[in-house]
């Protein structure tokens, strides 16, 4: 799989992180004209709280021969998410649209059929001020005229202070308050092209595994409770090269084998679906740190899951 998103789609997405907040049209509202660079005015989204995912949106209609996605952006406490930039990118065309004061976000009118990235980029604390959020992405692909609710998405928090990284020196990180260890090979991490040597950091969260996106397949089903996760930013973060990591304080006994799963959504092949991948194993050691085991080959840190075996 190509782990690299097209420089169109990269250039697109930018828009998300980079343009400052813009005000809306009184609801919250939403342009759907196709245009990566349009935010705000447009089909207003006020009023489409509540409601079961899969029929918040049952009461609209899109135009004929189009399609239309909706859904509603939260934290991890539940509490709706305004004024988040929401996209749908495929590969032709990344309409993006601005959520209201309670969090929903609506893309009125999109051409069907085409497979696309739901993308709301977080709020990172070296980039912007304010909450502290990582990067949340599923994948859906609406028929010309239906209507998709893709539920509630939450942003996971990022926690502690973001941490300066020299791509070319690489070394050792402690993320997400120290409960993150990652050491990454020298010359081995790329960031985005043109990324500012002062915004080269990493932040990490906890993610609650049970808040993870509908991915094409869950292997942490029935483990959820037991299963660890974690969410970096910024998503452009990539290793050229395995990354061997530790997570501390875990509760389980030593000895405990969890399976090691990335998810890494951005591809050139928008029609891949962002599902787990396997990519090696960590075991508890006597500390009660899960330490990963030898011959994995983690490169992508956007979310990482940890499920154990038993």
Same mark, same amino acid.
Request: proline content about 8%; aromatic content about 6%.
């Given at each position: 799989?190509?782990?690299?998103?097209?420089?169109?789609?990269?250039?697109?997405?930018?828009?998300?992180?980079?343009?400052?907040?813009?005000?809306?049209?009184?609801?919250?509202?939403?342009?759907?004209?196709?245009?990566?660079?349009?935010?705000?005015?447009?089909?207003?989204?006020?009023?489409?709280?509540?409601?079961?995912?899969?029929?918040?949106?049952?009461?609209?209609?899109?135009?004929?021969?189009?399609?239309?996605?909706?859904?509603?952006?939260?934290?991890?406490? &539940?509490?709706?998410?305004?004024?988040?930039?929401?996209?749908?990118?495929?590969?032709?065309?990344?309409?993006?649209?601005?959520?209201?004061?309670?969090?929903?976000?609506?893309?009125?009118?999109?051409?069907?059929?085409?497979?696309?990235?739901?993308?709301?980029?977080?709020?990172?604390?070296?980039?912007? @001020? &304010?909450?502290?959020?990582?990067?949340?992405?599923?994948?859906?692909?609406?028929?010309?005229?239906?209507?998709?609710?893709?539920?509630?998405?939450?942003?996971?928090?990022? =926690?502690?202070?973001?941490?300066?990284?020299? @791509?070319?020196?690489?070394?050792?990180?402690?993320?997400?308050?120290?409960?993150?260890?990652?050491?990454?090979?020298?010359?081995?991490?790329?960031?985005?092209?043109?990324?500012?040597?002062?915004?080269?950091?990493?932040?990490?969260?906890?993610?609650?595994?049970?808040?993870?996106?509908?991915?094409?397949?869950?292997?942490?089903?029935?483990?959820?409770?037991?299963?660890?996760?974690?969410?970096?930013?910024?998503?452009?973060?990539?290793?050229? =090269?395995?990354?061997?990591?530790?997570?501390?304080?875990?509760?389980?006994?030593?000895?405990?084998?969890?399976?090691?799963?990335?998810?890494?959504?951005?591809?050139?092949?928008?029609?891949?679906?962002?599902?787990?991948?396997?990519?090696?194993?960590?075991?508890?050691?006597?500390?009660?740190?899960?330490?990963?085991?030898?011959?994995?080959?983690? =490169?992508?840190?956007?979310?990482?899951?940890?499920?154990?075996?038993?």
């Amino acid at each position: 799989m190509n782990r690299t998103p097209s420089l169109a789609v990269l250039a697109l997405l930018g828009l998300l992180a980079l343009a400052p907040a813009c005000g809306d049209d009184g609801g919250g509202g939403a342009s759907d004209t196709g245009a990566a660079d349009t935010v705000g005015g447009g089909d207003t989204a006020a009023g489409d709280t509540g409601g079961t995912p899969g029929n918040r949106f049952a009461d609209r209609t899109p135009p004929s021969g189009q399609a239309a996605l909706g859904g509603k952006i939260v934290d991890q406490d &539940g509490n709706p998410v305004a004024n988040q930039r929401v996209a749908a990118c495929s590969q032709q065309e990344c309409p993006i649209v601005q959520t209201d004061a309670d969090g929903i976000f609506f893309h009125a009118s999109l051409p069907p059929d085409r497979p696309r990235a739901i993308y709301s980029h977080g709020t990172h604390s070296f980039r912007n @001020p &304010g909450p502290t959020y990582a990067t949340v992405v599923v994948r859906q692909a609406p028929a010309a005229d239906t209507v998709v609710d893709v539920g509630d998405l939450v942003l996971p928090v990022l =926690e502690g202070e973001p941490v300066a990284v020299d @791509p070319a020196v690489g070394g050792t990180f402690l993320l997400a308050d120290g409960a993150f260890e990652v050491t990454i090979a020298a010359g081995a991490l790329d960031f985005a092209i043109g990324t500012p040597e002062e915004s080269e950091k990493l932040q990490a969260g906890h993610v609650a595994v049970a808040d993870l996106p509908m991915y094409a397949s869950r292997p942490w089903a029935g483990k959820e409770a037991r299963s660890v996760a974690f969410s970096t930013a910024p998503w452009e973060a990539h290793s050229a =090269e395995p990354v061997a990591f530790v997570v501390h304080g875990s509760t389980e006994a030593a000895g405990t084998v969890f399976d090691v799963y990335q998810v890494e959504p951005f591809t050139t092949d928008v029609e891949v679906v962002a599902e787990p991948e396997k990519v090696g194993t960590a075991t508890v050691d006597e500390n009660g740190d899960i330490v990963s085991d030898a011959g994995g080959t983690l =490169e992508s840190l956007i979310v990482v899951v940890l499920v154990p075996q038993t």
